[in-house]
Nanobody
Framework: QVQLVESGGGLVQAGGSLGLSCVASTRRYNFYAMGWYRQAPGNERELVATIRSGGSTNYADSVKGRFTISRDNAKNTVYLQMNSLKPEDTAVYYC???????????WGQGTQVTVSS
């Protein structure tokens, strides 16, 4: 059983920064992809950013230029640096990992990010 454990959420004022991290409980996989999704109240879960094991990244248009995703393959850890935060970034942020292009998916328990105006 793979567990993803997030940390780093919290409350920040608009324009501020926060960093999230997520570590996988196993070294069994070099995950094909890891990333972050978010879900605000009343909204569907949406992609924030993903990163493949080779380093290629994908960002939602709403966070491009403000958020940076990175990973440490040796530690099976993925990070999300969030700068210039806006109130509309307020959501529960979920860590995500996939073992291969069509393999099993795993999700973290979520961490709350709240941006005050």
């Amino acid at each position: 059983q793979v567990q993803l454990v997030e940390s780093g959420g919290g409350l920040v004022q608009a324009g501020g920064s926060l960093g999230l991290s997520c570590v996988a409980s196993t070294r069994r996989y070099n995950f094909y992809a890891m990333g972050w999704y978010r879900q605000a109240p009343g909204n569907e879960r949406e992609l924030v950013a993903t990163i493949r094991s080779g380093g290629s990244t994908n960002y939602a248009d709403s966070v491009k230029g403000r958020f940076t995703i990175s990973r440490d393959n040796a530690k099976n850890t993925v990070y999300l640096q969030m700068n210039s935060l806006k109130p509309e970034d307020t959501a529960v942020y979920y860590c995500y990992a996939r073992t291969s292009s069509s393999g099993a998916e795993y999700w973290g328990q979520g961490t709350q990010v709240t941006v005050s105006s």
